[in-house]
Every structure is written in C-alpha cells, then in structure tokens.
C-alpha cells in the first residue's frame, strides 16, 4: 500500500565538491544506467560496456558506471577503474576510491597509502581509502593505517578520515602497536573517541586493557559502552589487571545508560566467580530483556552454568535467539536478466528522484512495541529498494516476526515469505545506529527478513546493502522483543 504525502524535509546527500548545476539525467542516461543495473543484476563484468559508460561525459552514468565495478565484485575491475586517472569531481573520485576499496586488491595498498597520506587530498577521497584499507584487513594494510594516525593532527578536514582509520584499524587480521589508537582515547570529539574504543577492543589485545579501563569511566555513555566490551576476563587476566577488570564491570553493571549496563553484563558471562555468577543470576529476573537476555547467555558461558537455577528458568526466552540468522548461500548459476524496460522504469522511479534532489521516499512500519518509520536510500540501492517496495505492496511484510533479537546489536526478521535471494548494491552509507539491511551470510546470498541495527557495526562494513536508516522510533527498535511482529507495512511515496 502507497500513501502521497507533502513533500518532507531531507537531509542533502550530494558529496563536498559536488558542482551544484548537475546535467539532468536523459533518455539516453536513463538508458545507460539501465544497461549498468542490468549488468549488476546478472552480475556480468563486460569490460568493453563498462568502459564505454564509465568514459561517459555524464557526471552520473561515471559515478553508476564505478558502483556497478564494485557490485559486480570481479577483480578485473581494479585495472578498469585504475586505468583513468581520478576525476575532478571530489564525489565521483571518492566513489572510485570507495569501489577499488570493495574489490579488496591486496596491489592497491600502496596506491590507497599515497590518498590516505596525502594532505592535499579532499577529505572524502582520503575518507573513503581508509574505509578501503580496513576492507583489506591484512598486516601492510594496517601499517599504513596506523602511521597515518600516528601522524594526523586533528581538524575540520581530517576529524572524519581519523574516525574512518580508528574503524579500519581495528578491523584488522593482524595485530601490531596499539599507541597509534590510544594516541585518540582522550580526544576531545566524542566521535574519535568512540571509535578508539572500539578499535582497541576489537582485536582483543590484553596490551589495550589499561586504556579500555580508563575509557569505561569516560563521560560519554556511547564510549563507555564500547570500552566495557574490552573487559572480558582473558584479556584481562592476560594483562595482570582480572580483578581490576572485574571490578569495573560490576560498577557498570549500575551505569545510568543501558547500553553500558548490557555491555557490562555481557563482558561479566566471561568471569565465572562467586560475585559474577551472583549478579548475573539477578541480573535474569530484570524486566529489561537486554539485562535478562545477556545476563542469560552470560551465565550459559559460564562454568557453573549447568547447575544455575536461573539459567534454566531463562533459557526458554533465551533459545531462539541463539540459532544461525536465517541466511542462505551463494546463487550457483547467474540469474537471467529482466528484461530492459523493467530496469529502465527502476531507473526512472528511483534513480532519478534521488539524482534530482526530491525528498527521499520513506516507510512505515507498525510493530508490536510501536511505529518505526524508515527513510529509503531508494537512488543508491534501486534493486534492493524495488525488492522492498514489491514486499510491502504484495502485504508480505506484514505479519514478519523478529526471529533473532541481539541486546545492543540487532533485531532480524524471519525470512520473509516469496522473498527472493537479494543482489547486494553496498554503499557509502555506513552500518550505523538504526541502518536497515536484511540477513547475510556473504554478499548475494541474503532474502529479506529485513534487520534494524541498534548500534554500528564497522566489522560487517563492506559486507551489507545499507538499504536505509530508522528516522522516528529507534526507541522501538530498542524495545523489539524476540516473538514480536511487524503488524503492517507500508510505503510512503513523497509528492512530487
């Protein structure tokens, strides 16, 4: 079901350096960026078709032209698109940088190295390289990584690429000196600081424990929340700081934010004394699922889980939450293409609102908590956003149950009845607080039941279609409870 709204207020997507008199998209554009989602579509890499149109004098056939490299995913791609130099258009260079990024070349270190260090560079070009390396994940990867930010000054222009690095960093494979991240614990941006926490964390390095403590008493709950994450009892132990570790957990047990307290409760499940074991069992009795249900899970962890009472009266809320997320495999044979008028009419509705400015359209969605409305990246993620329309339209979405509720993660749907598997169309969107994507295990091998985030999730960047992002109701999506239900669905098609 569609409803026509008035136009609603939205947020301008065009990236810094974008030339504000843009070409209206033609006949002969729309025929081109058909052509482009017919070829992602059958995932088919015809170097000679790609080439033409990423030669195109049509600022958006180029830039569709470089996403359509990175979503067929053939490393072939690489050459093509490093065969031309980076086009003046700081938005069109930055989507070059982001798709060679995609295709994961361990050969394109030294290249992405000299955008990353370069000072002259536009920020969302030097942005998107260290999105890129953390994508590569390897050793030489992160030596590059961390030198930048071993040498990077904060400010208006490099604030955002540190940020990027810190993530990038901690997605590596390989361990190596941490004093390039802890160089940012104490920043004075919250958005750095989150993100060092989260680095430090990640690689579950004891040599980070003495500055993921410090950080577990920052003033900003979103930073302590990642930093308790680092407490776990080996690393702690690791570090000669258990009890110290300990002791801090059971203090964050008590934070006055609840993602601090989950997170802590979490971390707890990995200590299996007296007091741990104690708290955890009161912790299942909370009336807060994210309490319960990690407290739960905590005490399974646990060596004296086997006898624990209140491990047995929770398990049952517990269980279906713990399976495999529904996810599929990779299609064995290229799907056959639709035909031409069917890509040109998802050009047509999506692509080309999108390119002209127009309000983004959005959906509703009632649940059994409460209202969640959802703004679509429809012009970034066209195939994906026809899937969704196609879904709500034919009322398959309604009825859907949360099959898979993380605490402070994700809440997952089921998979959707006549859904189909999903062509990825990953984005420079990043998998933030409230994204909508749908469940994976690998890229083209995911059917809706769609997923709403509760917080980022930089380790699976790179891996998911951002299709979209929650604006009113987060709160909901925070309350979703394992058994609820979308009770209807619909889209919102703003007015033209």
């Not at 070009?125 to 890129?132: G, M, Y």
């Not at 609840?258 to 741990?276: H, Q």
Request: glycine fraction near 6%; aromatic fraction near 4%; charge should be positive.
């Amino acid at each position: 079901m569609r409803l026509q709204v008035l136009p609603l207020v939205v947020l301008a997507t065009a990236a810094a350096g974008q030339a504000p008199h843009r070409p209206r998209l033609d006949s002969a554009a729309v025929s081109n960026i058909a052509t482009l989602l017919m070829l992602e579509d059958t995932r088919t890499f015809d170097s000679l078709e790609l080439s033409r149109l990423l030669g195109s004098a049509h600022p958006e056939v180029r830039r569709r032209a470089t996403l359509s490299v990175a979503h067929i995913n053939d490393k072939r791609g690489v050459a093509l698109l490093r065969a031309r130099p980076l086009d003046g258009d700081t938005s069109l260079a930055a989507t070059t940088v982001f798709a060679i990024g995609q295709l994961r070349d361990t050969l394109t270190i030294p290249w992405l190295d000299s955008l990353l260090s370069n000072p002259r560079a536009a920020p969302t070009v030097r942005t998107e390289a260290a999105c890129a390396l953390g994508k590569i994940k390897t050793s030489a990867a992160r030596e590059v990584l961390a030198r930048f930010l071993s040498g990077a000054r904060a400010g208006p222009r490099t604030n955002d690429v540190i940020g990027e690095a810190l993530l990038s960093i901690g997605r590596s494979t390989a361990r190596g000196d941490i004093a390039p991240i802890v160089k940012w614990v104490a920043s004075p941006s919250e958005e750095i600081r989150w993100r060092a926490a989260w680095a430090l964390f990640r690689p579950r390095d004891p040599a980070a424990l003495p500055s993921l403590l410090t950080m577990s008493k920052d003033r900003s709950a979103l930073v302590r929340s990642w930093a308790v994450r680092g407490l776990g009892k080996s690393q702690a132990d690791s570090a000669s700081l258990g009890a110290v570790a300990e002791t801090q957990l059971l203090a964050s047990t008590k934070d006055a934010d609840r993602r601090v307290r989950t997170e802590a409760i979490r971390a707890l499940g990995s200590y299996s004394d007296s007091a741990a074991i104690a708290l955890l069992a009161d912790a299942t009795k909370s009336t807060d699922s994210w309490i319960s249900v990690s407290a739960a899970e905590g005490l399974a962890r646990s060596r004296a889980a086997q006898t624990s009472p209140a491990l047995r009266d929770t398990t049952a809320r517990t269980d279906r939450g713990s399976g495999r997320s529904g996810r599929g495999s990779r299609p064995a044979v290229r799907p056959a293409a639709r035909p031409m008028d069917e890509y040109r009419a998802i050009v047509e509705k999506w692509v080309v609102p999108a390119y002209d400015g127009k309000p983004l359209p959005r959906a509703r969605w009632e649940t059994s908590r409460g209202t969640i409305e959802l703004e679509l990246y429809a012009g970034d993620a066209p195939l994906a956003m026809d899937a969704f329309e196609r879904l709500t339209d034919a009322g398959t979405i309604a009825g859907t149950e949360f099959t898979r509720v993380v605490p402070d993660f994700v809440d997952q749907q089921a998979t959707i009845r006549d859904a189909a598997v999903q062509r990825d169309e990953v984005n420079r969107h990043r998998l933030t607080r409230g994204n909508l994507a749908w469940a994976s295990a690998g890229l083209d091998t995911g059917r809706p039941g769609y997923t709403l985030n509760h917080t980022a999730q930089p380790h699976n960047e790179g891996d998911f279609t951002s299709l979209g992002r929650v604006v009113l109701g987060q709160d909901v999506v925070d309350r979703i409870q394992l058994g609820d239900r979308v009770t209807a669905a619909q889209t919102i098609t703003p007015a033209p």
